[in-house]
């Protein structure tokens, strides 16, 4: 399917123009190539009206063609899909008290050797703990030795059954000996078989019910591509899988199976393998996998820097009307609409190279009322006063028209006070950023 829809959008990228038609034409493409995907319709026709509507209202950077635009709108939306926001974080976190893991999946999915993986990554993260695998697949011949081989090169104990036991009585006795002996962590490591049936899942859902798991991870081969999203529907019928990990993505698997996993609610992937090797094992990037999915990581990145330049050309382009502003009310007036259109002084201020993070989110959200209160204040002023703030300063009349504004606005004492104050300051500094740029040659002012 990866190839259906990398075809659509390798030819939507070579039109030269990209009329209304051209567009729905493209966008039914791709939806048709998400549903023979077997992506969930309601999520899929999600992506498509979100894109449908973004295209639309999306300022399209400099250098940046229409297609290209289409392009990126698609895979932002696929990121969207896959998202996993703190799946990872979740599971890689500390043992407060003991923590359960069990890994399910079909056999030769890579149960066994993404727990020696995990155990190493979490003796990385969290260097102190004890984790205690368990080998509770007595099914598979060698099975068990493999696990302690494993358990071995990543430094930790394994508890070992004879094959042919019985997979219950073994975590039975593995928990008891794990409370008994104070593991952190303790991996579950169950069979698998080439496909599923009834006598495995039986035998995990009393598994899990015996083992409490903090969490029960669901091991997918991707190359089983679309594949993945069916076992992973079948086993969620009788565990509660609470993450997925997706193994094998090293090879050259483009990715398929983790979005089609991705449409079916409640299956977030939390990590990825990427080699056959220990240290293979990583958190999975949703957008690492959508560049992949289409396959035009090129224009998703050249979308993406021309956006970074727009938005630091505005940034520029309001340093410099800040600065050349006489700074009259008038001036402040025509800033205070221009950052209410910004969003917020939040985000203009981040914008402004190390300023951003030295603001914390209550100083903001103070600012911002400020301003409304300023809005009001200036609004009651008359042309005149907005053009030559001088006058409530130096003039004689200047203490009658402050008495006008106060009652012209409904504003307290206070807060008029508070305003001729800040705007007193804001010119000063306006002043010094002006010097200091002009000095500097960061911004041309036309003075
Ligand atoms: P199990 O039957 O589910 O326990 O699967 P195993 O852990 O025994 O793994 C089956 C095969 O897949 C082994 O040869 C592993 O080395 C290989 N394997 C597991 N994970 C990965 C991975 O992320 N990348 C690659 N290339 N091979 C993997
Ligand atoms: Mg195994």
């Given at each position: 399917f990866a190839n259906k829809l990398q075809q659509t959008l390798s030819n939507v990228s070579k039109l030269q123009v990209f009329g209304d038609k051209d567009f729905q034409k493209a966008l039914n493409n791709v939806r048709m190539a998400l549903i023979d995907a077997d992506a969930n319709v309601k999520i899929v026709d999600d992506l498509i009206s979100k894109v449908e509507t973004n295209m639309k209202t999306?300022?399209?950077?400099?250098?940046?063609?229409k297609t290209q635009m289409f392009v990126k709108l698609v895979h932002d939306g696929l990121v969207d899909i896959l998202g996993n926001k703190g799946t990872a974080e979740r599971i890689l976190s500390p043992a407060q008290q003991q923590r359960r893991f069990m890994f399910v999946g079909?056999?030769?999915?890579g149960k066994t050797t993404t727990i020696a993986k995990f155990a190493k990554l979490t003796l990385k993260k969290f260097p102190k703990t004890k984790i205690l695998l368990v080998a509770?697949?007595?099914?598979?011949?060698?099975a068990i030795e493999q696990l302690d081989i494993l358990g071995k090169r990543v430094n930790c104990e394994t508890f070992c059954a004879e094959e042919g036991a019985d997979a219950v009585r073994v975590l039975e006795k593995a928990l008891e000996y794990s409370v008994e002996q104070k593991f952190d962590y303790v991996f579950v490591d169950t069979a698998g078989r080439q496909v599923i049936d009834n006598d495995l899942m039986q035998e995990l859902g009393r598994l899990e019910k015996i083992a409490k798991p903090d969490e029960t991870l669901l091991v997918l081969d991707a190359m089983t591509g679309q594949e993945a999203a069916n076992v992973a529907k079948k086993f969620a019928e009788t565990v509660h899988v609470s993450g997925a990990v997706l193994t094998k993505?090293?090879?050259?698997?483009?990715?398929g199976a983790a979005l089609s996993l991705s449409t079916?609610?409640?299956?977030?992937?939390g990590f990825m393998g990427t080699?056959?090797?220990?240290?293979g094992l990583e958190p999975f990037y949703p957008d690492r996998i959508a560049s992949r999915i289409l396959g035009m990581g090129d224009i998703v990145t050249l979308v993406e820097k021309a956006q970074e330049n727009v938005s630091e050309e505005e940034a520029k382009e309001m340093a410099k009307r800040m600065m050349e502003a006489k700074f009259t009310f008038e001036d402040f007036l025509k800033q205070l609409s221009f950052v209410s259109s910004m969003g917020s002084v939040g985000n203009m201020l981040k914008m402004i190279p190390g300023v951003g993070n030295k603001i914390n989110s209550e100083e903001i959200s103070k600012m911002e009322k400020k301003l409304k209160v300023a809005k009001v204040i200036i609004q009651s002023m008359t042309k005149e006063e907005k053009k030559n703030p001088d006058v409530f300063y130096k003039d004689a009349t200047s203490k009658t028209r402050i008495e006008r504004i106060r009652k012209g606005s409904g504003r307290s004492q206070e807060e008029i006070d508070d305003f001729f104050k800040t705007f007193k300051a804001a010119q000063a500094a306006m002043k010094k950023l002006g010097a200091f740029a002009k000095k500097n040659g960061n911004v041309e002012t036309s003075e």
């Open positions: 999306a300022k399209i950077p400099r250098g940046v063609t079909l056999q030769g999915s509770c697949d007595t099914r598979r011949p060698a993505l090293d090879s050259d698997t483009r990715g079916i609610s409640g299956c977030r992937i080699s056959e090797d220990l240290d």
